[in-house]
């Protein structure tokens, strides 16, 4: 066991020294490795920020972590929601959710036609309690007037687009006609409170919302159509759903995690990961072709040296080892100065921040930053130690192949 260790510490000195010989050429690929792993590490940790702000936003304005319905709410309910209302109380759903629940708040949706004036258009409404939405809607931006929260029971909140497509703005009195649970024709006067915006241009421009109160007489019915749950951590949203549906009774209620209800940010993850698939593919392709030439021109320069070495008794799977080893020594080297320069540029970066126009499907651009979790700096380590290794099995078996004689007779 001690002679192996011996032997394999010996292998590893002496690939050291080789590739520090040609210290201009390892230098030039350690600059390719770090180059290659710090763009991985920007343009990666740039996505991966977008995803983790999207989904901070997506929940925090939109679904909260969890949302509890009656069955099959919305794969067939949506046409005719009051035939799936949950009771007003959310205690069952509290307990359920426990400590990590911060808060559980109603919901009832509705649809119908607004007017201004002399115009009319239809709107998605949602009725919620403003005091405990407050904290699921923390991300929802007030661009014009004040929150429910600051207003009179009789008001409403309309998305950007919605607002600007009616012509009203705060202060405006606007009227909602709906048709209730039993099919009749209901109608409210309300007075837009403001005027709110989030990531997502469709659901501004054709969102209200109003309070549950003003939603629940409009319509005539009691009750939510769900119950939207905000958690303290939503890297603990799966383990609070399986508990929520080992306490909830299936034929009763549904418990839907936010993921399953975020069509836009599940169709953006997909569309960044395949970016993220190619950036990456890229770069491996340009550190294989460059680490395999640099070694390549090493096997050339060292035909002599290797043909001695073999005929003073070094096999040829030594011959092998070295050199792979010293590729891998390359990219271990050049993975770790990578990380940490990428992380530390991705700081700097930060702190100046990137502005970004509006992507499609949002209203308005933002301030970038660089988001490199530990995931991401493992997998650029590992990207460059496995291409720098793939790089250097063709040259390695080169070098091992080689005739004793021709080697030793080269450049003589």
């Known amino acids: 066991m001690a002679s192996i260790l011996n032997h394999t510490l010996q292998v590893f000195s002496l690939a050291a020294r080789n590739a520090s010989r040609q210290r201009r050429r390892a230098l030039l690929a350690l600059l390719i490795i770090c180059g290659g792993v710090i763009a991985y590490l920007l343009a990666g940790g740039f996505i991966h920020w977008i995803l983790l702000n999207m989904r ?27 035939n799936y209302l949950l009771p007003d109380d959310t205690t069952v759903a509290a307990r359920a959710a426990g400590d990590s629940a911060l808060t559980v708040a109603p919901r009832l949706a509705f649809s119908g036609l607004i007017s201004h004036g002399d115009d009319t258009i239809s ?21 014009a007037g004040r929150d429910l929260t600051a207003s009179p029971g009789s008001s409403v909140l309309l998305g950007e687009g919605l607002a600007a497509n009616l012509g009203a703005g705060p202060g405006d009195t606007v009227v909602l006609l709906a048709t209730t649970a039993s099919g009749g024709i209901n109608a409210v006067e309300l007075q ?30 009691q009750g939510a159509t769900s119950w939207v749950i905000l958690l303290n951590d939503t890297a603990a949203t799966d383990r609070s759903i399986e508990r929520m549906r080992a306490q909830l009774p299936a034929g009763e209620f549904e418990v839907i995690p936010w993921h399953a209800l975020a069509d836009f940010y599940n169709k953006t993850v997909e569309l960044f990961s395949k970016q993220v698939g190619v950036v990456r593919l890229l770069i491996a392709l340009i550190v294989i072709l460059s680490i395999s030439n640099t070694l390549s021109m090493a096997v050339i320069e060292r035909t002599s040296e290797i043909g001695t070495s073999m005929a003073l008794g070094v096999r040829r799977r030594g011959i092998l080892a070295l050199f792979i080893v010293e590729g891998m020594l390359l990219g271990v080297v050049g993975g770790v100065i990578g990380v940490v320069l990428g992380y530390a540029l991705g700081e700097v970066v930060s702190l100046i921040g990137i502005p ?10 933002y301030i970038g930053e660089i988001a490199i979790s530990p995931a991401l700096a493992m997998d650029g380590f590992i990207l460059a130690f496995f291409t720098t290794l793939l790089a250097g099995l063709a040259p390695a078996w080169k070098a091992s192949r080689m005739n004793i004689v021709d080697a030793l007779r080269h450049q003589r």
């Open 56 to 82: 901070e936003m997506t929940i925090h304005s939109q679904l909260g972590h969890v949302q509890v319905t009656r069955p099959g709410y919305f794969q067939e309910g949506l046409g005719d929601p009051y």
């Open 123 to 143: 709107f998605i409404g949602e009725g919620i309690d403003p005091a405990l939405e407050a904290p699921i809607s923390a991300a929802i931006t007030i661009v």
């Open 192 to 221: 837009v409170a403001g005027i709110f915006a989030t990531i997502t241009k469709e659901y501004d421009d054709t969102v209200l919302r109003t309070p549950i109160a003003v939603a629940r007489e409009l319509i005539r019915v």
């Open 356 to 365: 970004m126009p509006p992507p499609p499907g949002m209203a308005r651009g």
